[in-house]
């Protein structure tokens, strides 16, 4: 099993920036993705971007591509997802998940946290 954990959200004004944590104990595989997603109210999840470990590749949604980054910490286990310039239709549940190879399927998922962007 994996254990995703994620931290960082809050509320932030338009314009402004946040970077939120997903902190990963348990199981490793040598080759797999990390990914973020997004759910807002009333919608359904949408994929944020990705990240190939140990490669450290990554894959962004075109509405995000420019303004978030995901980056790593592998002494600390933890990938991160620093988005600047935000707007207010970024406002959503985050959650960061785990596939078990490349590009798999997401199996494990941490338990998200909100980002709330005011105009």
């Known amino acids: 099993q994996v254990q995703l954990v994620e931290s960082g959200g809050g509320l932030v004004q338009a314009g402004g920036s946040l970077r939120l944590s997903c902190a990963r104990s348990?199981?490793?595989?040598?080759?797999?993705?990390m990914g973020w997603f997004r759910q807002a109210p009333g919608k359904e999840r949408e994929f944020v971007g990705a990240?190939?470990?140990?490669?450290?590749?990554?894959s962004y949604a075109a509405s995000v591509k420019g303004r978030f980054t995901i980056s790593r910490d592998n002494a600390k286990n933890t990938v991160y997802l620093q988005m600047n310039s935000l707007k207010p239709e970024d406002t959503a549940v985050y959650y960061c998940?785990?596939?078990?190879?490349?590009?798999?399927?997401?199996?494990?998922w941490g338990q998200g946290t909100q980002v709330t962007v005011s105009s």
């Open positions: 348990g199981r490793t595989f040598a080759s797999h993705s």
């Open positions: 990240l190939n470990w140990p490669g450290g590749t990554t």
């Open positions: 998940a785990a596939a078990e190879r490349l590009r798999g399927d997401y199996k494990y």
